[in-house]
């Protein structure tokens, strides 16, 4: 397994590795690459345990890295789950999908968890079946096509709608308080959000647990972010402020 470390997306390998190990932390952190830029899993945060990687693997993803985590007999008190908009809208429908999601978890251990959803659209991708081919596996090699999903889709997809409430489902049975926390989002989209939260969500089943990611926007001046107008120039500068007030309470 050594080319885990070295293959694209070898976040997601070590976030697989560490959701399966003991631990003692009683916090975890679960996100998108905004949220690995300030809480990377290769870093220890006291009591908090990052499982954070990338939004290219989907909130399915993310679901199984929780079950992970829960299955090797830990329990936490929070979940802190950390999204760019980009995290929430992910569908299984990008360039991305064979690479980071199809590679690492597609495989017998994961699709028991898998809903119809799920296998539609992986159903869509090319080459599916070759994923975890050693040759296709341990290269960063993936079928050049596009987004497999001609619709618009809501801000949050099918997919993260159905696996949230599933996040929902285990912190009823588990005991553990769930917190979604948007990324630091640059200032020119602050309008753009705003109608998303009137258009979409102050009326949905996931009002109440979705209320305080869009109450509590970190708003940035464009400046701050890379030229993907999503990654900072500098994470470091704003790591506290999400200790601060989430995280360290």
């Known amino acids: 397994n050594r080319y885990e470390k070295f293959v694209a997306g070898s976040e997601t390998y070590t976030a697989i590795r560490k959701s399966k190990q003991n631990s003692s932390h009683v916090n975890l952190i679960l996100g998108d690459s905004e949220c690995y830029q300030l809480f990377p899993n290769t870093k ?11 939004q290219a693997i989907g909130m399915v993803g993310h679901y199984l890295l929780l079950l992970n985590y829960l299955n090797a007999n ?16 992910n569908n ?3 360039i991305y999908t064979f ?20 296998n539609k659209q992986i159903s869509k991708i090319p080459y599916r079946k070759l994923c975890r081919e050693p040759y296709i596996m341990t290269s960063n090699w993936a079928p050049k096509l596009s987004s497999t999903n001609n619709v618009d889709l809501s801000f949050i997809s099918p997919i993260t709608n159905q696996y949230l409430h ?13 917190h979604i926390i948007s990324a630091p989002i640059k200032l020119s989209r602050a ?14 089943d996931l009002h109440q647990v ?3 990611y869009f109450e509590n926007i970190l708003y940035l001046p464009d400046t701050c972010f890379l030229d993907d107008g999503v990654h900072l120039r500098n994470p470091e500068n704003f790591v506290n402020y999400y200790r601060n007030n989430w995280i360290d309470q």
């Open 44 to 54: 220890d945060f006291d009591s908090t345990l990052s499982l954070a990687c990338n």
């Open 74 to 89: 830990n329990e936490i008190n929070n979940l802190y789950m950390i999204f760019g908009p980009e995290g929430l809208s």
């Open 92 to 94: 299984l429908d990008q």
């Open 99 to 118: 690479h980071y999601f199809l590679k690492p978890f597609y495989k017998d251990e994961y699709k028991p968890y898998f809903t119809e959803l799920v």
């Open 166 to 178: 599933k996040i929902l489902q285990l912190s009823e049975e588990k005991n553990f308080k769930l």
């Open 191 to 204: 309008r753009e959000l705003e109608k998303i939260y009137k258009d979409e969500i102050i009326n949905s």
């Open 210 to 212: 979705m209320n305080s």
